[in-house]
């Protein structure tokens, strides 16, 4: 399972979903996995507002790596800027206009964490059991 | 002709002998693809967005959503372990869950801009192994879906009611959750004809599924005010008031410019001179 999914996942039990405790659902034992996904900043850029970064920064460390306390700020990517993008040949979007240096490492980094980890072995709990 | 959903839970029916033989058809393949683009075109996302695919089976639905432009990232969900293990063999893109929707869909709030279920709602006409009625089911997972769409996304089910009762049953299942609702049906009176459940979440305007649907053919508007419509449709004699309100509301749905109600409205005139 990617990161991205497990930061959108919460206890389907009713019950459970109001406690805070249900969220986010914990690793253990986990063997990644990296596996190559097409670099798509816009896409990035349109989640960043729904996730749960203290969710996303508790599952990092969990898996064995470190992201910023705070959830890094990005530019709202927009349509237009897609539209000038070029797509390289394994798939990357290309966006060498209007981004700048700071943020297209904003953009990798979200990139590997969220789509290109994956927990491929492993147990996930919740925080109550 | 029998369909698997009279006889067997779908976990059941989909094991891997019938996982594989369904994957590897070039028939379902192409129908399944097919139905799937209608549905994104139906969605009409512009963006790269991130898409809930409910009965994602063996990925047959899930793989047209990254294939296309632009490229969509998915989240898949089954209830058959086989059809999710072919899916893992044939190394799709999106993330699999096994879980049955009839139980609700485990996502926060607001976590998807689309969903599609491409072939599967019918399933949860049928009890589950517990004992767990229909209308429950059903209601759990509109319910749960309403909630883990962005409060602008929408969601397009293609499906297979077995009659009528059935088809009315989901769709009044989707409206109680709160999604407005639309039902297109292409190539109506033929074997092949296709039912797709077109719904948006709130937001004002967006809540109004003629919008979605507006200049397609066949399509069936189907929400609480046409039922209202229908009801004062066998009761409006001809040339009443409430005649003339259904005829303006009618008209109005049609994009025609009406005059406004008002206390006159049916009245009749006297010939002024
Ligand atoms: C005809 S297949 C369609 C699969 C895929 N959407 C496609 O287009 O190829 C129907 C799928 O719905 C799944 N299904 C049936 N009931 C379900 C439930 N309650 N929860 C989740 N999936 C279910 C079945 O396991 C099966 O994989």
Redesign the pocket.
Known sequence: MKLLTANFISCAVKACKSSSLSFPLHFKDAELASKSVPYNPLLLSNLLPRLDWPALVTSSKELGFTLPDTKPELPRLSATAAAAATTTSDGDMNMDSGVGEEDEKTLRMLHKVLMETEVVEGKMSKNNL | MSRPEDNLP??LF?NDTESRKYTTSSRIQNI?ASM?NRALELLGLETPSLILDI????G??GEILSDGDPAHTWIG????PS?LAVALDREVDGDLLL????QGLPFRAGTFDAAIS???IQ??CNEDEKGVDPKTRLSRFFDSLYACLKRDGKAVCQFYPRDEKQRDMICSAAIKAGFGAGLLEDDPETKNKKLYLVLTVGGEGNKDITGVVKNMDGVDVYDNRKKLLAKAKGEAKHGTKAWIMKKKEMDRRKGKVVKSDSKYTGRKRNIKF
Do not use: K, V
């Open positions: 779908p976990d989909y399944q799937t009965g994602c089976g063996s047959l639905s969900m089954d209830i058959s059809m879980g049955d929707m009839g491409i072939s599967a399933w949860l």
